[in-house]
Nanobody, 114 residues
Framework: QMQLVESGGGLVQPGGSLRLSCAAS????????MGWYRQAPGKQREFVAT???????NYVESVKGRFTISRDNAKNMVYLQMNSLKPEDTAVYYC????????WGQGTQVTVSS
């Protein structure tokens, strides 16, 4: 099973930016979809963004125009650039590979607070 390790989380003020990284233990070039999900305290895990091998992206409505997902197949990395962060973006962010079986990282905490 693929191992995924997220990094880049932290505490940031509203309006700030963070870049999350996801390192995969093996090649992602054949993984059609890679994605980011998040789980806020007391809430279910929710979809944030996905990207296909062809570069097609999809975002939850609440982050459109603020977040950008990207992938570097040569480095086995997936990124999530988060700008104009809001307190409601506070959550643990998880990287996921739509592999067989489905793979998840351990998550990285993002806290948006003044």
């Amino acid at each position: 099973q693929m191992q995924l390790v997220e990094s880049g989380g932290g505490l940031v003020q509203p309006g700030g930016s963070l870049r999350l990284s996801c390192a995969a233990s093996r090649s992602i070039s054949s993984i059609y979809i890679m994605g980011w999900y998040r789980q806020a305290p007391g809430k279910q895990r929710e979809f944030v963004a996905t990207i296909t091998t062809g570069g097609t992206t999809n975002y939850v409505e609440s982050v459109k125009g603020r977040f950008t997902i990207s992938r570097d197949n040569a480095k086995n990395m997936v990124y999530l650039q988060m700008n104009s962060l809001k307190p409601e973006d506070t959550a643990v962010y998880y990287c996921s590979a739509f592999s067989a079986p489905r793979s998840w990282g351990q998550g990285t905490q993002v806290t948006v607070s003044s």
